[in-house]
């Protein structure tokens, strides 16, 4: 299978999560005391690390540069099973873990993208001591000023939707529809407010969705499986430094829920006249504001 992005590809398994594949690359001058930055795709019919390349080129010249494929996306483990905000959750306390103890570092920097946010929030929640900041790419749950504040663990699945649509006779034929290269470029010039999409994501996109068990995740996560009922609790809890940063165009633009964090001395909120993946189109601009404000953390 092609590989989404250069550097090593590497992988662990736990009995929580199955097989985790994930990136990483390094400059040659890193040395081991070197904070690692974590990064996290988004959820749709494509996920994988590809989402995250244009970070992950730019970064990997200055520090370690760690990015997963979540359970059930990418190269890792696309087994039938149930794919839930714990699920996620556990693979990034797995990979951050792992990477924690083998270079001896006591905190990760993380960036997120749209519904990956959710996890991470949830993550950096349960393990407050492993993250010195957080990124949070046109995150997910503030579509509205009333935030979701539902039971502890809690999801938005549909299980009457789920069982119809993933059945042996409709699931592949949709999950088929939804993946054809035509849908994918609609998709993501949706995603982009733009045609002037990235031509190496719709190919990696259109090769990812076509490899066995591709479906399983993406169908539980068009009947609400992977939205955390509690992600407005998440985000209220944070204690850690958050860059939250989102474009203006495409399908992605209301950030409503956003006004009641802009106070809270702990986040900053920012802009770029851009569709909701801000790193493919000005990585200049978003690796410059994201450093202005990580150098401001001590």
């Known amino acids: 299978m092609q590989l989404a992005l250069t550097g090593r590809r590497r ?11 994930w990136y990483e690359d ?18 749709n019919a494509a996920g994988s690390a590809c989402e995250v390349k244009p970070i992950y080129d730019h970064y990997r010249r200055e520090r370690p540069v760690i990015a997963l494929d979540l359970p059930g996306f990418g190269l ?6 149930a794919y839930t905000p714990r699920l996620m959750t556990d693979a990034i306390h797995a990979v951050v873990s792992h990477i924690r103890n083998e270079r001896s570092v006591a905190t990760v920097d993380a960036i997120a993208l749209s519904l990956s946010c959710e996890f991470l929030a949830r993550a950096a929640s349960e393990a407050p001591a492993q993250y010195r900041s957080l990124g949070l790419i046109s995150p997910t749950g503030f579509n509205r000023k009333r935030l979701r504040e539902g039971p502890p663990g809690s999801n938005l699945g549909r299980p009457a939707i789920h069982a119809l649509i993933s059945s042996p006779v409709l699931g592949p034929k949709l999950f088929g529809l939804l993946t054809r290269r035509a849908v994918i470029q609609y998709f ?5 407010g733009s045609a002037d999409i990235d031509d190496g994501l719709l190919d990696y996109d259109y090769l990812i969705t076509h490899v066995p068990g591709a479906e399983h995740a993406p169908l539980q996560f068009l009947t609400g499986f992977l939205f955390s009922g509690d992600s407005g609790t998440l985000y209220r809890g944070l204690g850690a430094p958050v860059w939250v940063v989102h474009g203006v165009r495409g399908d992605f633009v209301n950030y ?14 920012e802009s770029l006249p851009t569709g909701a993946l801000p790193h493919f189109e000005m990585i200049a601009e978003f690796s410059r504001r994201y450093d202005a404000w990580s150098a401001g953390l001590g």
């Open 11 to 21: 992988e662990l398994s736990t009995p929580t999560t199955g097989l985790v594949s």
């Open 26 to 43: 390094a400059p040659t001058t890193a040395t081991a005391s070197m904070r690692p930055l974590v990064l996290i795709h988004s959820i």
């Open 76 to 81: 890792s483990e696309r087994t039938q099973r």
């Open 188 to 192: 993501l010039r949706r995603t982009w």
């Open 256 to 269: 409503e829920g956003l006004c009641t964090f802009a106070d809270r001395t702990n986040w900053k909120i």
